[in-house]
């Protein structure tokens, strides 16, 4: 099966092609939070990230990498920031002025920058009953827990029958003892 970059409009494949140039392919962390701020990133409506979604390192800065051994990992909570987005899925920040802060522009001393960026609303994650901002993220994280319960219920079910095969083969062992035992 082949993988392929998770990222907005990204085709890079995991082949030789990629690899003789340089490209190199991550998997999403575990830590659920990291994990969440990387599928924000990557700007997908709806995504949740697989076990086996990846991301290439194109979408890294050159130091977000550890390149001291013979692999190139990631820095411990680094995130993906480069990408090539198209203008509508960019953040546009909408211009406010009304006549106050016209007049407050036009007082201002020359060396002063005339635009401010501004901050974008966080969501409290500290807690884990504070609910995502939006209900696109609150969707990925109720899939993630339901792809969560449907992996333990199969987990759970391989045990009851590995459970099973053990005490068949218990019981078939003790009756094998004891028709070797009794003459």
Aim: charged residues 30%.
């Amino acid at each position: 099966m082949p993988d392929f970059c998770a990222a907005y409009g990204c085709s890079n494949e995991r082949n030789i092609q990629t690899r003789s140039s340089g490209i190199t392919f991550h998997r999403f962390p575990k830590d659920n939070s990291l994990r969440r701020q990387w599928e924000r990133a990557v700007k997908r409506k709806g995504f949740v990230a697989s076990e086996r979604s990846l991301l290439c390192s194109e979408h890294f800065k050159a130091d977000d990498f550890d390149r001291t051994g013979q692999t190139v990992r990631l820095r411990h909570g680094v995130k993906p920031s480069v990408f090539n987005f198209p203008s509508r899925l960019q953040k546009q920040v909408p211009s406010m002025t009304t006549q106050a802060s016209r007049k407050a522009e036009e007082s201002l001393p020359v060396d002063l920058p005339r635009h401010f960026q501004v901050a974008e609303p966080q969501s409290n994650v500290d807690h884990n009953y504070a609910l995502p901002a939006s209900p696109d993220a609150l969707k990925a994280r109720l899939n993630e827990a339901l792809a969560r319960v449907e992996s333990l219920e199969h987990e759970k079910r391989n045990c009851l029958i590995r459970e099973r095969r053990a005490k068949k083969n218990v019981l078939a062992l003790l009756e094998g003892l004891r028709s070797t035992l009794t003459p």
